[in-house]
């Protein structure tokens, strides 16, 4: 399994200058335009933290590699369209591990499964999302 975070970099400094609305549908277009790539590649979002996405591959880990450049094409396009400079920072980590939980019966767009990694599948990944 290869899990795989990304989040917009200087979030708060982005969104600071923005009214409540205008950040949550900033937010929201972002999150829109960051979950195909994912579910294209076979991954599915874990969570949501903040402006953070954390999507879990249980194939192989070019699979989630493959995410992250698709993920830097759809950010141009939403960079475009929208008339954003959005800049985003990734981080991974390939663990023998299994899913709780099983295998989601929804992948992304319907909703998040309550599938986690354990142990060290995670651990430090997150921190290291400005790497």
Known sequence: MTVFFSDIRDFTATTEAMALEETFEFINDYLAAMEPPRR???GFIDKYIG???MALFDGP???AVQAAVDSFQALQKYNTEAGQSVAIGFSGRVADEELRGGRPCHRG???TADARP???ACGGSGTREGA
């Open 51 to 53: 402006d953070a996405v």
């Open 61 to 63: 880990a070019d699979d």
């Open 40 to 42: 294209a590649r076979g």
């Open 109 to 111: 767009q319907c909703g």
């Open 118 to 120: 354990v142990r060290d």
